[in-house]
T-cell receptor, first 113, second 113 residues
Framework: EAQVTQNPRYLITVTGKKLTVTCSQN?????MSWYRQDPGLGLRQIYY???????DKGDVPEGYKVSRKEKRNFPLILESPSPNQTSLYFC????????????FGDGTRLSIL | QKEVEQNSGPLSVPEGAIASLNCTYS??????FFWYRQYSGKSPELIMS????GDKEDGRFTAQLNKASQYVSLLIRDSQPSDSATYLC?????????????FGDGTTLTVKP
């Protein structure tokens, strides 16, 4: 089954404790992206990757890091999480770039205390 | 001015009626336009994509694009209670920045039986 898999689905942690949210897709997609969604707001893009080893900032990159060492994986790293990063996070992928429809993972709900 | 704006909701229509969802965007060079549906607690899923001026129909859904007016809309005919969800408009700014993807805040639709 074609899918984007995120882990963990839920995480409660404390300020300053480094964490990684993994994202993997099995569709051989070139493009992957991370979004956060806060109540009443749409999706805001954090980082995106057009290809392996190619990443770029979205609209809200502060406090986040990403890497794209393999085509299928695009982890999101919070080096020193803070409470304002409490949010619902979605990973997405598309065949080539943002001009193609994106397939979303099920989301990761992060709570930073 | 926000890059992508959707008509403020919530929107409530009776079952069987036409629901009209609107979206305006600021970047005149935008190339690709998408409507996603998001049920509460779930991830966004693609409803329609549209790339050229005019109408595009898929079952009960019609997307309309007017690049001169920088306007894209989604019509849902014969609305069903199962259409109750938040609808997100997404725009890819331009081919020179094909990795960026900007979403509106969403319009919540309720279809009443």
């Amino acid at each position: 089954e074609a899918q984007v898999t995120q882990n963990p689905r839920y995480l409660i942690t404390v300020t300053g404790k480094k964490l990684t949210v993994t994202c993997s897709q099995n569709m051989n997609h070139e493009y992957m992206s991370w979004y956060r969604q806060d109540p009443g707001l749409g999706l805001r893009q954090i980082y995106y990757s057009m290809n392996v080893e190619v990443t770029d900032k979205g609209d809200v990159p502060e406090g986040y890091k990403v890497s794209r060492k393999e085509k299928r994986n695009f982890p999101l790293i919070l080096e020193s999480p803070s409470p304002n990063q409490t949010s619902l996070y979605f990973c997405a992928s598309s065949l080539t770039d943002g001009n193609q429809p994106q397939h979303f993972g099920d989301g990761t709900r992060l709570s930073i205390l | 001015q926000k890059e992508v704006e959707q008509n403020s909701g919530p929107l409530s229509v009776p079952e069987g009626a036409i629901a009209s969802l609107n979206c305006t965007y600021s970047d005149r060079g935008s190339q690709s336009f998408f409507w996603y549906r998001q049920y509460s607690g779930k991830s966004p899923e693609l409803i329609m994509s549209i790339y050229s001026n005019g109408d595009k129909e898929d079952g009960r859904f019609t997307a309309q694009l007017n690049k001169a007016s920088q306007y894209v809309s989604l019509l849902i005919r014969d609305s069903q209670p199962s259409d109750s969800a938040t609808y997100l408009c997404a725009v890819t700014p331009s081919n020179t920045n094909a990795g960026k993807s900007t979403f509106g805040d969403g319009t919540t639709l309720t279809v009443k039986p």
